[in-house]
Structures are given as structure tokens and as C-alpha cells.
């Protein structure tokens, strides 16, 4: 079996994990946790939509 | 005489930043390496444990699944030496894979690539969660 992501779902599942880790792993208290961990998705996520649009800049 | 006195409290203040080297101490992060998040399972920290174990697993079994490139332990090229720390750092997952020679040995497609990302990281984040295994035994952390 062969698993095919697009780019934009392979980078969104790589956020939700790494921000899971994260959140749990980097704060004490599980409200600092959950906060922490949507914290990092958003970064995430916010990164892959802001070098989306450098690398479009760059095409052009 | 006020030397030898502020060495003894020197030394007095690292005997206290010390932590204590317990059982538990040792236990946790070996156990959290070797399955991920079961250091934090073996400490009563259930919902921790199981996030983690779920996060990690899941990213190395996509890892997989995506035809990642499994690095291997004599690979020469620095490159490949830091990608076998990486994966490496799965534990269990990683022991398994070589066991069962799962993986791809070269990136055959585009997204491929992404599953040898997904295989490291998972390892990485994997140490992360055994070093918080660790400060959670000693104290650290609650």
C-alpha cells in the first residue's frame, strides 16, 4: 500500500503531530499545553501559506 | 577562610540542583525511547502517553506508508548518518522496520520525500518525549 499526500495535507497531518509533541512536552499545566500546541500549529500552518506565497513571488 | 566558605556553599548549591538519580529516573526515558510515550504511561501521565504515543506512531506508520527512505546504520555519507539518528530515535518503531525490512531503500516518487521526513522527525520528536519522561521522574516538571 502506498500512501500519496498532496504537499498541502502532508504538511497539515506534519503540524498536528509535531504540535502535539510539542504542547505536551514544552509546558507544564494542560491549559498551557493546549494552548502551546495550537500555538505551534498556527505557526505551522501560517509558514506553509507564507512560504507558498514567497515562492510564487519568486517564480513570477 | 571565606574562599573555603563560599566553596562549600558552591558546592552545596550544585548537591541541590542535582537531581536524584531513582529508579524511575533510568526507567522512563529507556522505556519512553523504546515505545514512544510509554514513559509517561509508566508515570500515571495516561492522556500525555497516549497523545504521544499517537502522535509519534502515527507520523512513523505515514512515514512508511509514503515510501519513506529508512536510513541504516553504516550509511558512510554524513547525511545519511544524521538520517539514521533520526530515525533512530523511533525506538521500537525503528527495530521493528529493520526486523520486518518495511521502508523503501531509495525515493522512488514525489512525496516519498516527504515520508523520509515524516520517519526522522517522528524519531526526533521521539526524544523530545523520552527527555520529558525524564523531567517529569525527577521532578522537574509535574
Given at each position: 500500500m502506498i500512501l500519496t499526500l498532496s504537499h498541502f495535507s502532508a504538511a497539515v497531518l506534519f503540524a498536528v503531530f509535531a504540535s502535539v509533541v510539542f504542547g505536551i512536552t514544552q509546558r507544564s499545566t494542560s491549559r498551557e499545553q493546549f494552548r502551546y500546541g495550537l500555538y505551534c500549529f498556527a505557526m505551522f500552518v501560517g509558514g506553509v501559506f507564507v512560504a507558498g506565497w514567497v515562492m510564487w513571488f519568486l517564480r513570477r | 577562610m571565606a574562599n573555603s566558605s563560599s566553596g562549600k556553599k558552591s558546592s552545596e548549591a550544585t548537591e541541590a540542583a542535582t537531581p536524584p538519580l531513582t529508579t524511575m529516573a533510568v526507567l522512563a526515558p529507556a522505556v519512553g525511547w523504546l515505545i514512544p510515550g510509554a514513559g509517561h504511561l509508566i508515570q500515571k501521565r495516561w492522556t500525555r502517553g497516549v497523545l504521544l504515543l499517537g502522535s509519534i506512531a502515527t507520523m512513523f506508520v505515514l512515514g512508511l506508508l509514503m515510501q519513506g527512505h529508512v536510513y541504516q546504520?553504516?550509511?558512510?555519507d554524513i547525511l545519511d548518518m544524521l538520517g539514521f539518528v533520526g530515525d533512530v530515535g523511533a525506538g521500537g518503531l525503528y527495530i521493528l522496520t529493520q526486523v520486518m525490512n518495511?521502508?523503501?531503500?531509495?525515493?522512488?516518487?514525489?512525496?516519498a520525500d516527504y515520508g523520509t521526513k515524516y520517519l526522522i522527525v517522528a524519531g526526533l520528536l521521539n526524544f523530545i518525549s523520552a527527555a520529558d519522561a525524564y523531567h517529569i521522574a525527577v521532578g522537574k516538571k509535574p
Amino acid at each position: 500500500m502506498i500512501l500519496t499526500l498532496s504537499h498541502f495535507s502532508a504538511a497539515v497531518l506534519f503540524a498536528v503531530f509535531a504540535s502535539v509533541v510539542f504542547g505536551i512536552t514544552q509546558r507544564s499545566t494542560s491549559r498551557e499545553q493546549f494552548r502551546y500546541g495550537l500555538y505551534c500549529f498556527a505557526m505551522f500552518v501560517g509558514g506553509v501559506f507564507v512560504a507558498g506565497w514567497v515562492m510564487w513571488f519568486l517564480r513570477r | 577562610m571565606a574562599n573555603s566558605s563560599s566553596g562549600k556553599k558552591s558546592s552545596e548549591a550544585t548537591e541541590a540542583a542535582t537531581p536524584p538519580l531513582t529508579t524511575m529516573a533510568v526507567l522512563a526515558p529507556a522505556v519512553g525511547w523504546l515505545i514512544p510515550g510509554a514513559g509517561h504511561l509508566i508515570q500515571k501521565r495516561w492522556t500525555r502517553g497516549v497523545l504521544l504515543l499517537g502522535s509519534i506512531a502515527t507520523m512513523f506508520v505515514l512515514g512508511l506508508l509514503m515510501q519513506g527512505h529508512v536510513y541504516q546504520p553504516n550509511g558512510g555519507d554524513i547525511l545519511d548518518m544524521l538520517g539514521f539518528v533520526g530515525d533512530v530515535g523511533a525506538g521500537g518503531l525503528y527495530i521493528l522496520t529493520q526486523v520486518m525490512n518495511w521502508g523503501a531503500g531509495a525515493i522512488s516518487h514525489a512525496t516519498a520525500d516527504y515520508g523520509t521526513k515524516y520517519l526522522i522527525v517522528a524519531g526526533l520528536l521521539n526524544f523530545i518525549s523520552a527527555a520529558d519522561a525524564y523531567h517529569i521522574a525527577v521532578g522537574k516538571k509535574p
